[in-house]
């Protein structure tokens, strides 16, 4: 252990063992890597990740060393099955919200990829907020209809046109000071949105999830963006394959906002909600209280 006072710092970038760590007292970001001690013990996930609070001391030579992880609030945990057990990558560290951008068409909004995407945020314990980008394409309120059912059951939806200038404010406010996870299928518009937002930012972003998206042979970086307005961006490639790999079938109802509530007032404590009689989720599904869509999206991830 050095005799060096510890700093603290934010991992905002990670490469094949070597974290980038932002601190109040360093004039510049640092090069770390982990102390030897952290890394004892069977591995069985990422020790740190991007968007860590750590303790790191100074070297001699300007680098530094990374001493503790400081406790996490959240993470997005992906399971990496290895030859030699089960491997817990972790995305990202302490992210305050997770934002998923779909567009209002070109290409049509994939709602069952998008519940799939809350299903796995309500899990992970992660505020989500829905953006439906290219709403000058189909107008608001054609927008509204595809996307209304979702802020009834606590998700805010941003409407936004890149191309157009709208909802950019809202945006702005919403990422304001957060560390924002972001997510969404490929061409919906998230680089051009970036852009709209912090010229250069979308193609910062795009080229990290380039190098994610490419595979095990070529090194891939992880990394948090600075908003100029406050906050941090973070592009999480990766949340269809965030398979609900350790959850039973019977837990799923239990993140559906709309169905968590119900369940306890079905005639069965076993009950499937496909059939049985007194079902309390079926009824609210007939009476339109829990939108068809929803429920389908349920029995999809309940059969998985």
Same mark, same amino acid.
């Given at each position: 252990?050095?005799?060096?006072?510890?700093?603290?710092?934010? @991992?905002?970038? %990670?490469?094949?063992?070597? +974290?980038?760590?932002?601190?109040?007292?360093?004039?510049?970001?640092?090069?770390?890597?982990?102390?030897?001690?952290?890394?004892?013990?069977?591995?069985?996930?990422?020790?740190?990740?991007?968007?860590?609070?750590? %303790? $790191?001391?100074?070297?001699?030579?300007?680098?530094?060393?990374? #001493?503790?992880?400081?406790?996490?609030?959240?993470?997005?945990?992906?399971?990496?099955?290895?030859?030699?057990?089960?491997?817990?990558?972790?995305?990202?560290?302490?992210?305050?919200?997770? &934002? $998923? &951008?779909?567009?209002? %068409?070109?290409?049509?909004?994939?709602?069952?990829?998008?519940?799939? =995407?809350? @299903?796995?945020?309500?899990?992970?314990?992660?505020?989500?907020?829905?953006?439906?980008? /290219? &709403?000058? *394409?189909?107008?608001?309120?054609?927008?509204?209809? *595809? $996307?209304?059912?979702?802020?009834?059951?606590?998700?805010?939806?941003? =409407?936004?046109?890149?191309? /157009?200038?709208?909802?950019?404010?809202?945006?702005?406010?919403?990422?304001?000071?957060?560390?924002?996870?972001?997510?969404?299928?490929?061409? &919906?518009? /998230?680089?051009?949105?970036?852009?709209?937002?912090?010229?250069?930012?979308?193609?910062?972003?795009?080229? @990290?999830?380039?190098?994610?998206?490419?595979?095990?042979?070529?090194?891939? +970086?992880?990394?948090?963006?600075?908003?100029?307005?406050?906050?941090?961006?973070?592009?999480?490639?990766?949340?269809?394959?965030?398979?609900?790999?350790?959850?039973?079938?019977?837990?799923?109802?239990?993140?559906?906002?709309?169905?968590?509530?119900? @369940?306890?007032?079905?005639? $069965?404590?076993?009950?499937?909600?496909?059939? #049985?009689?007194?079902?309390?989720?079926?009824?609210?599904?007939?009476?339109?209280?829990?939108?068809?869509?929803?429920?389908?999206? =349920?029995?999809?991830?309940?059969?998985?």
């Amino acid at each position: 252990m050095s005799d060096h006072p510890a700093l603290t710092g934010l @991992v905002i970038r %990670a490469q094949s063992g070597f +974290f980038t760590v932002l601190s109040a007292d360093t004039d510049s970001p640092v090069t770390c890597q982990l102390r030897g001690r952290l890394k004892q013990g069977p591995k069985l996930g990422d020790i740190a990740a991007v968007g860590d609070n750590v %303790a $790191f001391t100074l070297q001699p030579d300007g680098s530094g060393v990374i #001493e503790e992880i400081l406790p996490r609030k959240s993470e997005i945990v992906r399971l990496d099955p290895r030859p030699q057990g089960e491997y817990q990558q972790i995305l990202l560290a302490n992210p305050d919200q997770a &934002v $998923f &951008v779909f567009s209002c %068409a070109r290409p049509a909004p994939r709602l069952r990829m998008l519940d799939r =995407y809350l @299903v796995i945020a309500e899990k992970q314990r992660i505020p989500a907020v829905i953006v439906a980008n /290219k &709403v000058d *394409l189909i107008g608001p309120e054609a927008a509204q209809e *595809l $996307f209304g059912i979702y802020p009834p059951l606590g998700y805010p939806v941003l =409407y936004t046109s890149a191309e /157009k200038g709208i909802g950019l404010e809202a945006l702005r406010a919403a990422l304001h000071g957060k560390l924002n996870a972001l997510a969404g299928p490929s061409g &919906v518009g /998230k680089s051009s949105l970036l852009n709209a937002l912090q010229p250069g930012l979308g193609i910062a972003v795009g080229e @990290v999830s380039q190098a994610m998206n490419k595979g095990k042979h070529t090194t891939n +970086f992880r990394q948090l963006h600075a908003l100029e307005f406050g906050g941090w961006v973070a592009d999480t490639p990766g949340w269809k394959s965030l398979a609900l790999w350790d959850t039973e079938p019977v837990e799923i109802d239990a993140y559906f906002p709309e169905l968590r509530e119900l @369940v306890s007032e079905c005639q $069965f404590s076993d009950c499937s909600h496909t059939h #049985e009689p007194d079902c309390a989720v079926l009824n609210a599904v007939e009476s339109g209280q829990v939108s068809e869509e929803r429920y389908e999206s =349920y029995l999809r991830l309940r059969d998985e």
